[in-house]
């Protein structure tokens, strides 16, 4: 017993594993009563050493790869041509490149009748609250963008989107042309970053990673910086003449240009500084969900 005794310190002083624990864990069955302290600590270093190896090994995660952002820069206009039969409208077709390798995006899920409203938000002009407001009463979320003065000037609204659940993504800066920036790789993150650290500042929360290009104006580099910074690029499917509050289009031709445009997966665009937008939504919305369609937010 004296030659066991001497080979306990040494033998709790090193790592047990494999079929050296289940030796030493034989051992200490037979020699320790399990109410010695020696056994206890024997036992919880075995039990220790086993939920180590038995454990599953921990996933790395996959690092995004950059986008090649050597690629062409020539400034492309976002349009497209409705059709009026209910269906997603007919895109650009001539591109060098594939929308989704670069993760822009317009239009949703395609297979049924869902809607994705998105407002832009350049300035104020007194109709947004009030939007919010039949958004909550008819159970809408929607995303809005907005660019770094929109955030500046109106704090409290900007709150009151995201403690309302709708998602507010990045409008840029200044509103530029984006591909006239991307010859600035400096210049052009910051026109994202800016608006993310007053977003942050504001509200205490990270901004989404939704950009909308001012204007509709892009290229390929652009987008492909753009996705080097986290983002998704959303274009729309439909939209129509409703920012000039100097020239609004009536009620009534508006809500049945709207209705008529209604399709699969439509990415909705409406200017939020609209007079007869904030006078119909709410219609819109009701006879939308009537037709059978609901509203959802981008993932």
């Known amino acids: 017993m004296k030659k066991i005794s001497k080979l306990l310190p040494l033998t709790l002083s090193v790592a047990v594993i494999g079929s050296c624990a289940f030796s030493y864990f034989s051992y200490c069955k037979q020699y320790l009563p399990e109410n010695n302290e020696k056994y206890e600590m024997v036992m919880q270093t075995i039990k220790a050493e086993k939920d180590k190896n038995n454990k599953p090994p921990e996933k790395k995660e996959k690092k995004a790869e950059k986008m090649d952002t050597n690629v062409d820069n020539t400034c492309i206009d976002w349009w497209f041509v409705p059709n009026g039969n209910h269906e997603a409208p007919r895109l650009n077709d001539k591109l060098s490149f594939k929308f989704e390798d670069y993760d822009a995006h317009c239009l949703g899920d395609t297979s049924k009748k869902v809607l994705y409203l998105t407002f832009d938000e350049g300035y104020e002009n007194g109709y947004t609250d009030k939007i919010l407001d039949t958004l909550k009463e008819n159970d809408v979320k929607a995303i809005f963008f907005v660019t770094l003065p929109y955030i500046r000037d109106n704090q409290d609204i900007i709150k009151r989107m995201v403690d309302e659940g709708h998602i507010v993504g990045n409008h840029s800066n200044h509103h530029p042309s984006m591909p006239e920036v991307a010859t600035d790789e400096s210049k052009f993150n910051k026109e994202f970053t800016d608006v993310e650290e007053l977003f942050t500042e504001t509200t205490g929360t990270e901004m989404p990673k939704f950009f909308r290009p001012p204007m509709g104006k892009y290229s390929q580099r652009s987008l ?24 609004q289009p009536e009620p009534e031709k508006a809500k049945k240009k709207i209705l008529d445009g209604l399709h699969n997966g439509s990415i909705m665009l409406i200017h939020a500084v609209s007079k007869t937008n904030n006078e119909i939504l709410g219609d819109v919305i009701k006879e939308a969900k009537q037709q059978g369609y609901t509203f959802e937010l981008l993932e």
């Open 224 to 247: 492909a910086m753009t996705k080097n910074l986290g983002y998704k690029t959303v274009f729309w499917s439909f939209a129509y003449h409703d920012w000039d509050i100097n020239n």
